[in-house]
Every structure is written in C-alpha cells, then in structure tokens.
C-alpha cells in the first residue's frame, strides 16, 4: 500500500524554507520540505495547506505543484506530492521539526536530505521562480 503525503517548498523573499526531521523521527536529522499525510476526504492542497499551519505556524498560498514522486523506504512506500509555495504569514514554531533553515537554491544542495525529497529537490533546481 502506498501512502499519499504531501511537501510545501516555502519561498519568502528569494529563500527557501527547508526542516531538520527530529531525532524521534523516521530518518533523525535529515533535512526535507514540511508536509505530512493526506486524510480522508481531503485534496493534496487542503492537505499541504493543514500541515504547513500545523507543523510550523505559518500560513502558504499554493504557487504551482511539481511532479509526484513514488518513493520506497523500507517499511513503507509513499506518493510525495510536492508543492512551491508562498509565505504569506506567521511566526515559524517547530511542534514536529528540530530545526529550520531559510536557503538560497544553491545552498539546498549542501544539505543531507531524506531520501525521498531528493528527485523533489532536483525538479525544484530547474524551476525558474
């Protein structure tokens, strides 16, 4: 069974919003786009939308959406639906994440990203915003 769940690339002011998953998390300390799982009944916009303001306080406006990439960890396979966004609002406090960054597209590249936001990341290099 594959699970559906959904990315934000946040953009404020030229610079892109990257999180550090937790130690308690699946994959400690990689970094990724914040997002989360679809519920029932809701579109991947609802979704993305709910996450980013439950995960990190902050509100998004849906830009465009990228490329979906199947990806299979181990223990579970997924449908990462990834989505550039815009920040419109709010202070960013981490309930989920250790850790965020706001990153030129160059310096995205530095990081030690979670698997499957890895071809996410590639497809967003070649976007021109």
Request: proline share 5%; aromatic share 8%.
């Amino acid at each position: 069974m594959r699970i559906d769940v959904t990315c934000a690339i946040v953009i404020k002011d030229g610079k892109v919003l990257a999180t550090q998953r937790s130690e308690e998390m699946n994959l400690p300390l990689k970094w990724e786009f914040p997002g989360g799982k679809i519920d029932a009944n809701e579109s991947g916009q609802e979704c993305v939308l709910r996450e980013i303001k439950e995960e990190l306080n902050i509100d998004i406006e849906i830009l465009k959406k990228l490329t979906n990439q199947p990806f299979d960890y181990l223990e579970l396979k997924i449908n990462l639906i990834p989505f550039i966004a815009k920040y419109l609002s709010g202070e960013i406090t981490l309930t989920e994440h250790k850790d965020y960054k706001w990153l030129t597209k160059a310096e995205l590249k530095f990081l030690d990203w979670a698997p499957a936001d890895i071809p996410v990341l590639n497809e967003f290099l070649k976007v021109d915003l």
